[in-house]
């Protein structure tokens, strides 16, 4: 599965794509970047379809919906066609033009939050 396209080639001139830098911001795996590609856009998704879908464990696609929805890109809701036992769960992505808008705002909340150390870590 192709998870990404574009790429941008930084300062270093090392090209890197959204899945790194997901990674680094968030620690996004592969994994987690799949779920929430495959829950964009839907009308959601259970976790046993999910795991069907990417052929991925639903220990995997568990930890991934949990870190998801803890990062607030991914909405869980009871299902109501759960009977008795364990309840289960749909989970939605938020609307794609909200995640890109949380996404571009934490990016900038980071180039700050850096921004604001350089200076006392050269100048030490």
Request: charged share 30%; glycine share 4%; net charge neutral.
């Amino acid at each position: 599965m192709e998870l990404e396209i574009s790429r941008v080639r930084l300062p270093s001139g090392k090209e890197v794509g959204l899945v790194e830098a997901l990674s680094f911001c968030y620690d996004l795996s592969d994994t987690d970047f799949q779920v929430l590609k495959a829950l964009l856009n839907s009308d959601g998704k259970n976790e046993d379809m999910l795991a069907e879908q990417l052929k991925i464990s639903k220990a995997s696609i568990n930890r991934s919906v949990n870190k998801l929805v803890s990062l607030g890109f991914v909405e869980r809701m009871k299902d109501s066609s759960s009977k008795g036992g364990r309840p289960r769960y749909i989970y939605k992505s938020i609307p794609v033009e909200r995640l890109i808008e949380k996404i571009t705002n934490d990016f900038r909340r980071c180039a700050e939050l850096f921004s604001n150390i350089i200076p006392k870590d050269l100048e030490s």
